[in-house]
Structure formats: C-alpha cells, structure tokens
C-alpha cells in the first residue's frame, strides 16, 4: 500500500513541477512562433497540458489487465472532460474573484468571446456525439465515428489559427535559459519536452497507483478513474490557468481550459470508441452529461458580460460536488 500512495503522490508531484516549465515554456514557443494568444493557449497549451489525460487511458487500456485497463481507460477519458468543465473552468472563476477581493486583479474576465465560444461550441458538438451518438454495435460505423471526430479537430486548429486574436506578449526569462533574453529554438523546444516527459511519467506512476488503491478501497476502477485520476492529469491545466490569471494573461489561462476541452472531446473519445466497449451508463453516464451543462452554462454567460464570466464559470463547482455526493450516496447504499 505505502508504494502504491508513492506512485500516487508522486505522480503529483511530477505534474505540478511540469506545469511550470511547460507554462514558461510554451508562452516563449507562441512568441518565437508569431502566433496569437489564442492558438498558444488554446491549441499549443491545450494540447501539451493535455497529454498526461490522453496517454493514461492508452497506457491503461493497452497494457494493463483487460478489464480494470479498460474500466480506468474509459473513466479517465469521461474524467478529463467532466474535470475541466467542473473544477478547471470554476477554478478560473474563483481565482479572478478573491484575487478581485483582495485587490489584485479586475473582476472583468479579459476574454476573446469568438475564441471561447469557438472552443465550447465544437466541445458540446464532439462530446454530444460521442455521448448520445455514438453507433455502440456496428464497429465499423464506430471507427467512422472516431475519424469524423479526428477531422472536426483539424478543422478546429484550422480556424483558431486563421481567428483573430491578441498577439503574444513579451514572457519572462525562460528556465533553462535565465540569462538569455533571446533563448535558441531548440532550449525552448527542450525546456516544453522535458516538461511533457514528466507529466507524462507521472500519469503512467499514477496509472498504477490508482488501479491499487481502487482495489484496496473497493470501488469500481471505473469510477475511481473518473473522480480521481483526473484531478492530477488535469493539473497542468488548472495550475497553469490559475498562474495566467494572477498575472491577467486571461486569454491564454481560458483558452488553454477550453482548448484542452476540444481536444479531449475528439483525440481520447476517438481512441475509447475504437478501443473499448464504449457502452457509457450509470455515474459515467452522468459524468458527460454534466460536463455539458456546466459548458452550456459559461457558453451562455459569455453572451451577457465578460463582468459576469467568473460567475459563469464558477457555477461548474456544483455539478462537482452533486457528482461526489452521488458517488457517495451509491457506495453507501
């Protein structure tokens, strides 16, 4: 058990150490690239910061035993949607409201209202599909299903990349370079792989621990996954939104949460369609449900005030804990 809650913890601790280069790292990559806020955050962040949610539930499926790898796969791809909708998103919000308490920041999210309605919209479209639609008998249809999904996410970058939005501003000093004020390509490229390669090693730790513990404590791996792996394979994006909004890069801490909903809705589903049974019921079912209210919530508030977005946001939170209070109520009963 004692190696099982190290594995655990330290898989942690490796994503939180990751979050911080990586965000240094990829706010230097959009500046040398000339992109837009909006691609950085919501496409290259999104992407990096998503990658630790995408290659646990591949990890589980393809190399753990059969049923508990397929349990924890589906729950950590259901997870990862469910966690940025009800906990990073909230988490935004209630960042900008005690830092606006405290006087350190506008309450007035700075957002790019066509970048995030972008996002949510393709996010309620891809994840409705694979929720409601998905064809559960036909594999071949299911396959088409996953390709389709795949496309719809090409055309995604396609318009973020071609979409107005604010160009990068000047970053701090890069880590693995402090002294230069104009770092070469390949230490800013090294700085971002070194920090995926952590998160990465410590979603694979975090696989392990989780399919122990679930053991040990007696709840489905199903369910486990999607309630706690989650929560540190979404790290990176909920520390690097919450360092973003301290700082008032809103645009680049919202975009790399929406973004990364997009992506999780389209790579991982296509790989759960493929790959497992892919028959979503129960508090699994309810998971994706919720994910899409909560985002059909801020998708609505963003059409009000941007003075309101926090609050938008932050109404997630309850959708999180009505989910822990049914899991509870389930195994209690």
């Known amino acids: 058990m004692l190696f099982d809650i ?34 950085t955050g919501s496409v290259l962040a999104a992407v990096g910061t998503a990658l630790p949610e995408t290659i646990l539930p591949i990890i589980a499926v393809l190399f753990f035993a059969e049923n508990a790898g397929h ?11 469910f966690m940025l909708s009800t906990l990073a998103f909230p988490l935004i919000g209630i960042t900008a409201v005690v830092a606006f308490l405290l006087k350190k920041r506008p309450l007035r999210l700075e957002v790019e209202q066509d970048t995030l309605r972008r996002d949510i919209v393709f996010f309620l479209f891809s994840y409705s ?38 160009e990068m501003e000047e970053v701090e000093h890069l880590y693995f370079s402090p002294k230069s004020e104009n770092p070469r390509t390949f230490i800013i490229l090294l700085q971002v792989f070194i920090a995926l390669s952590l998160m990465i090693t410590g979603a694979h730790m975090f696989v392990h621990g989780i399919e122990a513990l679930s053991k040990l404590i007696g709840i489905s791996p ?38 990364a909903m997009v992506f999780q809705s389209t790579f991982p589903v296509s790989f759960g369609i493929v790959f497992t049974d892919w028959e979503i019921t129960g508090l699994a079912f309810t998971s994706g449900v ?36 049914l899991i509870i109520k389930q195994y209690q009963g």
């Open 6 to 39: 190290v594995l655990f913890v330290g898989g942690l601790i490796l994503i939180l150490t990751a979050a911080e280069l990586f965000t240094n790292g990829i706010e230097y990559l959009g500046h040398r690239l000339n992109v837009s806020q909006g691609f």
């Open 290 to 325: 919720f994910a899409i209210v909560a985002s059909f919530i801020a998708l609505t508030v963003s059409f009000i005030s941007n003075r309101l977005v926090p609050f938008g946001f932050s109404i997630g939170i309850f959708f999180y804990i009505t989910y822990i209070y």
């Open 71 to 81: 349990d924890i796969g589906v729950g950590a791809i259901l997870g990862a949607p």
């Open 129 to 166: 599909i694979a929720l409601f639609i998905v064809p559960y008998e036909n594999h071949s249809l299911r396959i088409f299903t996953a390709i389709f999904l795949i496309i719809l996410y090409m055309v995604y970058i396609y318009l973020t990349l071609k979409g107005e939005s604010k």
């Open 222 to 259: 199903l369910i486990f996954s999607l309630l706690i792996a989650p929560v540190a394979t979404e790290l990176p994006e909920k520390i690097n939104s919450v360092i973003w909004i301290l700082r008032g890069k809103d645009i680049l801490a919202i975009g790399n949460v929406s973004g």
